[in-house]
């Protein structure tokens, strides 16, 4: 079965502007959750989708954001960059119980300059 | 708050070594423990759980215990290899509304031949 997929792969852009990262996760699986991956913060939640709907948030700004659509799949949006926003950005899928584990993607790395 | 904290590192190993990594958490609610591991350029897989108290994860020779007296759940291996180079993270995972994962800063773990 297909794994998680995160495109694209890696991505650099520019103080000031906005990017999107897309995340298509295992069939079956409807929560998809974001995570920020530094090597002074470490691995840092962002957010989970379930069923389209936002259910929890990290302590991120605002500029943070994402959505999932009616398939699952959820794309995450970073506007008004800033150089501390280049990280690894990681997405994981679960089929959303405690004990269940998340399955995660190989990450976008995105470079801010 | 809800939080991880596990031993820093590098950790430098002969291959046949033991390991310990040692991680505790502080946490509302009962959750669930896992430990995933993550190899130079991939994303994170897990490595084991438990789902409650005095539950024993174990997978590819390594192994924890949730120990709810003592909120930890340390990751042992008897013997270390050379492919057990990655770096490690411990997790909890609650259910507060929304699925949160939590996880700990990471240690790397490096073994020699």
């Known amino acids: 079965k297909a794994g998680v997929t995160q495109t694209p792969r890696y991505l650099i852009k520019t103080r000031g502007q906005q990017v999107t990262l897309s995340c298509s996760p295992i069939?079956?699986?409807?929560?998809v959750s974001w995570y920020q991956q530094t090597p002074g913060q470490g691995l840092q939640f962002l957010f989970e989708?379930?069923?389209?709907?936002?259910?929890n948030k990290g302590n991120f700004p605002g500029r943070f954001s994402g959505r999932q659509f009616s398939n699952s799949r959820s794309e995450m949006n970073v506007s008004t960059l800033e150089l501390g926003d280049s990280a690894l950005y990681l997405c994981?899928?679960?089929?959303?119980?405690?004990?269940?584990?998340?399955?995660f993607g190989q990450g976008t790395r995105l470079t801010v300059v | 708050g809800d939080s991880v904290t596990q031993m820093e590192g590098p950790v430098t190993l002969s291959e046949e070594a033991f390991l310990t990594i040692n991680c505790t958490y502080t946490?509302?609610?009962?959750?669930?423990l896992f430990w995933y591991v993550q190899y130079p350029g991939e994303g994170l897989q897990l490595l084991l759980k438990?789902?409650?108290?005095?539950d024993k994860g174990s997978n590819k020779g390594f192994e924890a215990t949730y120990r709810k007296e003592t909120t930890s759940f340390h990751l042992e291996k008897g013997s270390v290899q050379v492919s057990d180079s990655a770096v490690y993270f411990c997790?909890?995972?609650?259910?507060?509304?929304?699925?949160?994962?939590?996880f700990g800063a990471g240690t790397r773990l490096f073994v020699k031949a």
């Open positions: 989708y379930f069923s389209e709907t936002q259910r």
């Open positions: 946490a509302t609610g009962y959750p669930s």
């Open positions: 997790a909890l995972c609650l259910n507060t509304g929304g699925f949160k994962t939590i």
């Open positions: 994981a899928s679960s089929l959303r119980t405690p004990n269940t584990e998340a399955f």
């Open positions: 438990a789902t409650k108290a005095d």
């Open positions: 069939s079956g699986h409807r929560s």
